[in-house]
């Protein structure tokens, strides 16, 4: 009898988990062995970040253990970072052990690239991950006059950034946004932009559209365009760097080091593989949102793809809705929809008002607290 296909996800964010659910009926009915790869043992919800940071939540209220998440109780769970992925031989490297798959899902993600803003590392602060929100809760309590805070909007945090600098100036700090958003390839459209907008004059925010940091100082920083902002705190979401699963991915991975897919999400270069979430180089803007649908659109098809589930692979068709938390009072709905599908955004809308800000909140306890 042959034995059951091995269905791999390496990743366990946004996609990964909804790639895992995906597959997780297969796996307890013995239909294939799962396995969950995961740097970490712990979900972290990103969009709670800005919240960590400004003392608001706690590291308890935006992660939750792996092994509470139903759907990873039918997988085994190996807590590792994955090392190498080699396409010909179907095998991913984690922890020092060379895992066999059938199907592999890269749900990786992105890291900011650090070192791509001088002085950055040195001065600045960023709030991608725990331990850079826990750093920038603990600058914040010495006090802050003037904050900058710079969002790049290729970089995942570009919604957290925008709320940080919301929240913030509720607070004593002047504060500076920098924003590469609205130009070619900007994430928020005319009307969540105009809400942003009304809500940075109301509060007092100077915004720089449409540039970039090119360096961080002890006391501020410098444009692209040669202006130099004072201030005595920098919070700066840097472009992704590449990741270097990419390497041996050969011309699988675009040069931003993203696996290049199919619009099922099925690499256009290696059988068995597919990528969802930000790992994957897809043309709509990847937000958590996005990367869920992405994930279950992955595991959907990698059962196919095993010949566990009948039928063709199925397209990417996502609709994008993100919620901005910008203080108790405010926040932002913003919804985008690509235009055929897997192509660049046709419509984009976005309402600004009172109740949204407390929504998320209670989004955010209803994810962690029910969802699968
Ligand atoms: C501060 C901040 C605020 C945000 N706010 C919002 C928001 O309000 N709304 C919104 O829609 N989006 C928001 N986003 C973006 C959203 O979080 C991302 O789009 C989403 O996390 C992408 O999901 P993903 O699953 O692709 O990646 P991730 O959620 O980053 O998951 C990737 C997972 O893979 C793991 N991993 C990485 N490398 C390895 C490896 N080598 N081996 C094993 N595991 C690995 C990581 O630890 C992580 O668990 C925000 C992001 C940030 C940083």
Redesign the pocket.
């Known amino acids: 009898m042959p034995l059951p296909p091995r269905i791999v996800v390496?990743?366990?964010?946004?996609?990964?988990l909804r790639a895992v659910d995906a597959v997780a009926g297969a796996a307890a009915r013995g239909q294939c062995h799962l396995t969950l790869?995961?740097?970490?043992d712990r979900f972290?919800y990103?969009?709670g970040?800005?919240g960590l940071a400004l003392g608001r939540l706690r590291t308890a209220d935006i992660t939750r253990d792996l092994k509470r998440f139903r759907a990873v109780r039918a997988a085994r769970l190996h807590v590792a970072?994955?090392t190498g992925i080699d396409p010909e031989s179907h095998t991913v490297t984690?922890g020092g052990r060379h895992i066999p798959y059938d199907v592999l899902i890269v749900?990786?993600?992105v890291v900011p690239d650090r070192s791509a803003v001088p002085g950055l590392q040195q001065y600045g602060h960023g709030?991608?991950d725990i331990p850079e929100a826990l750093a920038l809760r603990e600058r914040l309590a010495q006090g802050a006059r003037r904050v900058v805070v710079a969002a790049d909007h290729t970089s995942?945090?570009v919604?957290?950034t925008y709320e940080l600098a919301m929240m913030l100036a509720r607070g004593a700090p002047r504060v500076t946004l920098v924003t590469t958003e609205y130009g070619p390839g900007g994430l928020i459209g005319p009307h969540a932009r105009r809400a942003l907008e009304t809500l940075a004059a109301r509060l007092g925010v100077e915004v720089h559209p449409g540039r970039r940091v090119a360096e961080v100082g002890r006391r501020g920083v410098l444009l692209d365009d040669g202006t130099a902002v004072d201030a005595d705190l920098a919070v700066v979401s840097p472009p992704p760097a590449v990741p270097a699963?990419a390497a041996g991915l050969g011309q699988g991975a675009a040069r931003t080091g993203l696996v290049l897919t199919r619009a099922s999400l099925a690499s256009v270069r290696w059988s068995g593989l597919f990528a969802a979430?930000?790992?994957a180089a897809a043309p709509p803007p990847?937000?958590?949102?996005v990367?869920e649908q992405m994930g279950l659109l992955a595991g959907r098809n990698a059962l196919v793809a095993a010949g566990i589930r009948r039928g063709e692979l199925q397209d990417l068709e996502p609709s994008i809705a993100?919620?901005?938390h910008f203080g108790r009072w405010y926040g932002l709905l913003h919804y985008l929809r690509p235009a055929g599908g897997y192509g660049p955004p046709r419509f984009r809308g976005g309402i600004g008002g009172w109740p949204l800000g407390a929504l998320k909140d209670l989004f955010r306890r209803a994810y962690l607290a029910v969802r699968f």
Request: proline share 10%; hydrophobic share 55%.
């Open positions: 390496a990743g366990a964010g946004f996609a990964g790869i995961s740097d970490l972290v990103r969009p970040l800005p970072p994955v984690a749900a990786t993600g709030v991608w995942p945090c919604f957290g699963l979430g930000a790992a990847v937000t958590a949102h990367a993100s919620l901005l």
